[in-house]
């Protein structure tokens, strides 16, 4: 490639496509009820929700006067927040600040009408730690926890599953394979998102005629490993592409519109006809068919956005055509953008759409259903086919505890407004800007090359012992319900409760002291001889950077194992008394509490 793929990337992720638009946002009403309290290294802000709002820009200001700017916790991607309230950290000390909240109808509406301004003062830490309390209804009915990183986990393009090369003495296809077997095995993920089913590795026009038997290799992997595939149309094959010279990533993905949409439509119409004739119409039913990849950035779509939607177009009649059942839907657009432009386009031609999907990183997905409702699509579901703590590449972020406790935020802010939070992804074994050049290297992946459980791994395993049944929670005390968050669920014979300490301000990843936490939970109606558990996931606990500090670039076989037993999540025993289990939180870190008899 010219230049080369990371220079590329970086010179191009930025850029977005075309933001001209037909139709207009309506003017949100600022939030009322906006409040500010100022606690021990934070600011809690908290505001009345909006209709129609996708999320919140929060408004800060030092001193009496002078202009308002965005707070940025330094995620790198959408700073909007989708939900009230929101935790200030990036704020200094014994500073008055002014703050204001504006209601955001899409992300790229990056100004809104700024809600009354409050003033608050955040706390110069006294060596004392503030408690924070929860109270857990043990005896409520109930209702059904909501479970969304179980339905999708991403992954780099699945072609590597047949790949035998070896990446830091490790096979590609093995370690992947066995990733995606635990998200399945261990964690009950269900479906996988992929890039690139139709890039050159995958062979899928010969001459005049289709060949499939690659994807056929492909899919049944992925079937024998109990898991479904959600089928990324993209990205263009050669014998389409209109310019194949426009590529993305290190294998040189084609992001051009075809040459022939008649051509491209009836690629699309064979593919899913040939996984209708082998696997079944009922199968084929439960898989999802999404449109390209986040066309909205021109690294990933050379063409116009008319043109995206005009992909669009085509690919759902195509699907469509094999059976008016099976879904397609889109925009798969990076930052929650083109969603609006997408259903109003939609609305106006009559074009199918069983699902919405979007992607974002950094703070917990946006609440895109006002937009679906905005148009008239209150039906469609929501996938968010990626999501994570970062959009950066080698990023060391992503191999710290912080993003796994970033991960249970996201999760519980998606539980139940979100049908699917896919993770992306699910292993290291992951080659957009090349191969992983040494073993913690800032990679995306859940598992390391050498199949070593990251902090997010562990997340996603903590938020796996939840029971099925959730329970109400109130916090309350200095972070109550901002900084420190709990999710508090019952089995037949086991209350579990998930309590994690996080801001999403990234630039204290490596830990803060003031804002650690004494966290006294009380749990009032359950007998008082059942034994307490505790699993932590902390710096230094479970915290495989912490463990792997000193080891070369590619850890020895033996070293693996004994860093896979040093970074496991272990149980021990906590006092109970008098209905109350108290417990230190530092920030970034998770607990789970399990009560039985």
């Not at 204001?100 to 809104?112: F, H, R, Y």
């Not at 003062?121 to 043990?138: E, F, K, N, Y």
Request: with cysteine; aromatic share 8%; proline share 7%.
């Amino acid at each position: 490639m010219q230049p080369d793929a990371k220079t590329d990337w970086d010179q191009r992720i930025a850029l977005r496509s075309d933001e001209q638009r037909e139709f207009a946002f309506p003017d949100l009403e600022p939030p009322k009820e906006v409040t500010a309290v100022g606690g021990v290294g934070q600011v809690t802000i908290d505001w009345s929700p909006v209709d129609g709002a996708a999320g919140y820009l929060i408004l800060r200001g030092a001193g009496a006067h002078g202009p308002l700017e965005p707070v940025d916790h330094h995620s790198g991607d959408v700073l909007s927040v989708p939900s009230p309230p929101y935790v200030d950290t990036t704020c200094t000390a014994g500073t008055p600040y002014r703050y204001a909240v504006a209601s955001v109808p899409e992300v790229t509406v990056l100004t809104g009408r700024p809600s009354q301004e409050v003033g608050a003062v955040p706390l110069v830490a006294d060596g004392t730690i503030p408690t924070v309390s929860v109270v857990v209804d043990t005896v409520a009915e109930g209702t059904e926890l909501p479970r969304p990183w179980e339905p999708m986990v991403g992954s780099e393009r699945l072609s590597q599953l047949l790949c035998k090369d070896q990446t830091g003495g490790h096979e590609i296809g093995i370690e992947l394979e066995d990733a995606l077997r635990r998200m399945h095995d261990e964690l009950g993920v269900r479906t996988v998102r992929a890039h690139a089913i139709f890039h050159d590795d995958t062979h899928v026009i010969d001459g005049d005629t289709y060949d499939f038997s690659v994807v056929d290799a492909i899919y049944d992997k992925l079937l024998a490993i109990g898991l479904r595939p959600v089928v990324e149309l993209g990205f263009m094959p050669r014998e389409l592409a209109s310019d194949p010279a426009k590529t993305v990533f290190a294998y040189g993905a084609i992001i051009s519109p075809p040459a022939s949409y008649d051509r491209w439509h009836d690629l699309v119409r064979a593919l899913v006809q040939h996984l209708v004739d082998r696997y079944g119409l009922e199968e084929v039913l439960t898989w999802d068919f999404e449109v390209w990849n986040e066309a909205n950035l021109e690294v990933f779509w050379s063409g116009t956005k008319a043109e995206y939607l005009q992909l669009y177009d085509v690919s759902a009649a195509a699907v469509k055509s094999v059976d008016p059942r099976i879904a397609v839907g889109g925009p798969s657009s990076a930052a929650a953008g083109w969603v609006d432009d997408f259903l109003d386009h939609a609305k106006r031609y009559g074009t199918p759409v069983d699902f919405v999907s979007t992607h974002t990183y950094g703070s917990p997905p946006l609440d895109v259903r006002a937009s679906l409702e905005r148009h008239g699509y209150g039906d469609a579901r929501v996938l968010w086919t990626e999501w994570g703590v970062t959009p950066t590449h080698f990023n060391p972020i992503n191999d710290s505890v912080f993003s796994g406790v970033f991960l249970l935020r996201g999760m519980r802010s998606a539980a139940g407004r979100i049908d699917a939070l896919s993770y992306w992804v699910a292993s290291d074994h992951f080659e957009e800007l090349g191969r992983p050049p040494r073993f913690l290297h800032g990679g995306f992946g859940l598992r390391t090359v050498g199949g070593i459980a990251k902090p997010r791994y562990h997340a996603l395993t903590l938020l796996s012992r939840l029971g099925p049944v959730e329970l109400p929670v109130t916090t309350s005390g200095d972070g109550g319900g901002s900084l420190v968050e709990a999710w508090a669920s019952r089995d037949r014979d086991r209350i579990a409760v998930l309590l994690w300490n996080l801001s999403l301000d990234q630039t204290k990843a490596d830990g803060a002291s003031e804002l650690t936490r004494t966290v006294q939970v009380q749990l009032p109606g359950v007998d008082p001889s059942w034994q307490v558990t505790a699993t932590t996931l902390a710096i230094g606990t479970a915290d495989l950077v912490n463990a792997a500090a000193g080891l070369g670039d590619w850890p020895t076989d033996e070293e693996l194992t004994d860093l896979a037993e040093r970074t496991k999540l272990t149980t021990v025993p906590l006092d109970f008394q008098n209905g109350t289990v108290e417990l230190t939180l530092p920030m970034p870190s998770a607990v789970l509490l399990e009560l039985k008899p």
